[in-house]
């Protein structure tokens, strides 16, 4: 199979074999007088332009400016033509010497003479490269930002949708309304307190949608009314520990996330057990982070879907929202506890 050519190098080639033919007509068309190895001069520095300007693409991703802001690119643009192309003037210069292109006229001239009047002139081509450059770059980061917030808000929207269908489906509406039906005589303020923990779920979760990141605070109410539903059911089989550095209930979260967390370890932790279990819910800072951690009673084994929908789900929101700097992890924590740890960069508040 053979290989493509990449696009830069298609515009390198591309570009400078344009150079070579403005050149070349301009002087066919309107010179005055011949000039001696000008078609020499102008191929070797079509050569020499193609390696300074790889050399600049290079020193410019090596120095990481196409990741500063736009202001600070602009600065960088203009320092690294200046510097390139006086580089790019005296190796143009210098090889012209050692070939003998130069023209009797400008031997009279020194070397850093005549690379500083030579300088100007690749200033400008160098310039035109270094924007049409920079904006490429900016084009394409930019169209890779809408898609990456296109692809979050459809992540979010299947999560509400998904996370509306497992608690509007008949077998936990059936357990929900069994458990408030069943308080209703013994206990009817508990009942009053369920119907409106199961509202606040279902609104919360129709909410979900509109929102790419909500205050920790309103999550762990969110989970409250969940597990103080779930604990109708399962009464003193579930057990609810929290953790949580007060400092963080302001910090910023995907929304549905923890609750995601805390329904996985229901579903695949404490239902499992005839006994039962404890559910543990931490936050607090590790170094400059925001560290979330969701422990219950159980065990991983060959029966875990990683990729399933909840553990994928939150793998992906917090790479589109965070990148590299968030990280999710599911674990053993003992031989009778799995934590899912989720960590993200923490927001000044």
């Known amino acids: 199979m053979k290989a493509k050519m990449s696009k830069y190098w298609i515009c390198q080639i591309g570009g400078w074999s344009t150079y070579t033919i403005v050149y070349t007509f301009f002087y066919l068309t309107l010179r005055t007088k011949e000039q001696p190895f000008f078609f020499e001069v ?47 003037a005296f190796t143009s210069i210098f090889v012209e010497d050692q070939l003998n292109f130069t023209s009797e006229q ?3 001239y020194s070397t850093i003479n005549k690379t ?12 035109i490269w270094n924007l049409i450059y920079f904006t490429y770059h900016y084009v394409i980061k930019s169209r890779q930002e809408q898609l990456d917030k296109i692809r979050l808000q459809s992540l979010v929207k299947e999560l509400e949708l998904k996370t509306i269908k497992s608690h509007i489906n008949p077998h936990f509406i059936f357990n929900a309304l069994n458990s408030i039906r069943a308080l209703v005589d013994e206990n009817p303020e508990r009942a009053r307190r369920a119907i409106t923990e199961l509202s606040n779920i279902l609104r ?5 949608e509109k929102l790419e990141t909500a205050p920790l605070r309103r999550e762990l109410d969110i989970v409250k009314d ?12 579930l057990q609810v520990e929290f953790d949580i550095d007060e400092d963080t209930l302001d910090q910023p979260v995907p929304p549905m996330m923890l609750q995601t967390l805390v329904e996985n370890a229901i579903k695949h932790g404490i239902s499992k057990h005839i006994l039962g279990g404890l559910i543990k819910i931490s936050s607090d800072f590790v170094q400059d982070n ?13 029966n875990f879907n990683p990729d399933g929908f909840g553990l994928y789900s939150t793998q992906n929101r917090l790479m ?11 674990k053993n924590n003992n031989e009778n506890m799995v934590e899912a740890t989720v960590t993200m960069p923490a927001t000044l508040i």
């Open 204 to 208: 919360s979760s129709m909410q979900a």
């Open 320 to 330: 589109l929202l965070y990148g590299e700097k968030a990280h999710f992890e599911i």
């Open 226 to 237: 969940y597990l103080a539903l779930e604990y109708i059911r399962f009464e003193d089989r």
């Open 290 to 302: 925001h560290q979330l951690s969701v422990q219950n009673t159980g065990h991983l084994n060959g």
């Open 116 to 127: 500083m009047r030579a300088s100007f002139g690749s200033f400008l081509f160098l310039l």
């Open 106 to 108: 400008l031997k009279q």
């Open 42 to 88: 102008l191929f070797l520095d079509a050569i020499i332009g193609i390696a300074i300007t790889h050399l600049m693409r290079y020193f410019i991703q090596r120095m990481g400016f196409l990741k500063l802001r736009i202001d600070s690119q602009i600065i960088y643009i203009f320092l690294t033509t200046i510097a390139f192309s006086f580089l790019f």
